[in-house]
């Protein structure tokens, strides 16, 4: 059987100083206003537990701040997304968190690369989809981030219903 390290990275360039860019992700107003659609509650602290929702996937994820090093990077945990449980499946051993890593770098060209790496699925077929699904939803934030910090735009309203 092989071994799979369930994990990715992905990045983008925004075209803005890498403290606004920080800013948009770690400050929840300006999270809710291109990425958490549902509202985020709790800036982005070591220690903290702050909530997402997004207005197309209802209800609130718990997502736990591990670190917080200003402009530089975000370390979160939140629960793993397999979808429901199994019938008859003990809940308490179901659910388990994936660790997502942000790092912010300043380039010398003025702009800031963003890079959201996330890992931490168990080596199943579930996993495995779970995995895909976030990769989808961390491509789309940075494409959102983008859009809204150097334009305005949001473009995750009508994204994924």
Request: charged residues 25%; contains cysteine; glycine residues 10%.
């Amino acid at each position: 059987m092989m071994m799979m390290d369930l994990k990715f990275q992905v990045s983008a360039r925004i075209a803005k100083p890498v403290h606004d860019v920080f800013e948009a992700v770690a400050n929840p107003d300006q999270l809710s206003r291109y990425f958490t659609t549902g509202g985020a509650k709790g800036r982005l602290e070591t220690g903290a537990t702050v909530q997402w929702e997004f207005a197309d996937f209802p209800g609130a994820f718990p997502v736990k701040v591990v670190e917080v090093v200003p402009d530089a990077r975000i370390v979160l945990q939140w629960e793993a997304n397999e979808g429901p449980p199994p019938e008859g499946a003990d809940v308490e051993k179901v659910g388990y968190d994936t660790t997502v890593t942000m790092r912010f770098t300043a380039l010398d060209d003025g702009r800031t690369l963003v890079e959201i790496a996330e890992k931490g699925w168990r080596e199943t077929e579930v996993g495995l989809q779970g995995s895909y699904g976030n990769c989808m939803g961390w491509s789309q934030m940075l494409c959102a981030l983008k859009a809204w910090l150097e334009h305005g735009i949001n473009l995750r309203e009508g994204m994924y219903k």
